[in-house]
């Protein structure tokens, strides 16, 4: 009889909330004989709630604890989204222990970390269940508790997690406005700032913000928050319209439409404010290929415009 060296399994997921699909797929990671310990990583663990993501990481980390107990050896372990596929599979590599296998239906995953030389692992679906589909019979009273497991059913009560996605659904059957503003130097660099809180925390972003609803249009937010956020202090003749950006998954906290405006200036040094955790000059040639939102996506418009591409 061949022996089978043990091995470390890992399986990521966002468990908003943990339901019976999930559980499945654990089950089938603890009854492979090849299989010594499960890593239980808790995706998007930053966010919390939003509509989409409406339960924090201890809440995720209370309902698998509670459907598991103790039946099984296992570990979970926070894994916050870092908006960068190609860096993704190492970030998870950074905070967990020594895994060998990857347990994931998902293309994306299965893509990602067998490049990196991981065996990766098509769990079976024998419960055709999403998140989604959970949170949204929260909304419309549908029966959803034979979905979830006991554990994760008790601890929805206790939380009131249904009135909670019903709250984040309300809140949301509109669209947010925002405007962004770019700001570009007699050099041709543009001003952006580290965003000071989520989502994207410390990610570069724009100058930018939500309008104030009944108070301003939409070009004196873009320029009141580049007065906020960089000091910058500008005129609406100075200002001129890029476009309006809808995708509806560009935010996390819910749909957002963003109208973003443009202007130049000569001789100003930005300084740091309001949800700025820094501020600074980029040259185009030098822009970050990851950035909040869909940032990344309006300088090259905004580049295009200019006839100038990366």
């Known amino acids: 009889m061949i022996e089978v060296e043990p091995k470390r399994a ?15 797929t654990i089950t089938q990671m603890i009854n492979n004989p090849e299989v010594d310990e499960v890593i239980i990583g808790i995706g998007s663990s930053q966010y919390h709630h939003y509509l989409g993501n409406p339960f924090t990481a201890s809440e995720r980390t209370e309902f698998i604890k509670r459907t598991l107990k103790n039946q099984i050896k296992y570990q979970i372990v926070e894994i916050p989204d870092i908006h960068d596929f190609p860096k993704w599979a190492p970030h998870v590599e950074s905070l967990t222990p020594k895994f060998e296998v990857v347990y994931s239906g998902n293309t994306v995953v299965k893509d990602l970390f067998e490049g990196r030389g991981y065996e990766v692992r ?6 055709d269940i999403s998140g989604a589909q959970i949170r949204n019979a929260f909304v419309t009273g549908e029966d959803w508790f034979d979905l979830v497991p006991a554990g994760t059913r008790h601890m929805l009560f206790e939380i009131d997690g249904e009135r909670r996605v019903r709250k984040l659904h309300d809140r949301h059957t509109k669209a ?7 700001v570009e130097n007699e050099n041709g660099e543009i001003a952006l700032i580290d965003r000071l809180r989520e989502p994207f925390k410390d990610m570069p972003a724009l100058p930018g913000g939500y309008l104030e609803v009944g ?5 004196e937010a873009a320029i009141r928050e580049a007065q ?7 005129s609406s003749d100075q200002v001129s319209y890029l476009g309006v950006y809808d995708n509806p998954g560009r935010d996390p906290r819910g749909h ?4 973003v ?5 000569e001789g100003f040094t930005p300084e740091k404010g309001d949800d700025a955790k820094e501020v600074y ?4 040639e030098d822009f970050p290929s990851v950035m909040a939102f869909d940032h990344r996506k309006i300088l090259n418009d905004y580049l295009s415009r200019k006839k100038v591409r990366l």
């Open 10 to 24: 890992i399986f990521i997921g966002r468990f908003q909330p943990f339901h019976k699909g999930h559980l499945n």
């Open 122 to 127: 098509a769990p079976k679906r024998n419960f």
């Open 176 to 182: 947010d406005i925002t405007a962004d503003l770019i």
């Open 215 to 219: 108070f301003e249009t939409t070009i």
């Open 228 to 234: 906020e956020e960089i000091s910058l202090s500008v």
């Open 256 to 259: 957002t439409v963003s109208h």
């Open 261 to 265: 405006y443009y202007t130049r200036v």
């Open 281 to 284: 000059w980029v040259k185009p």
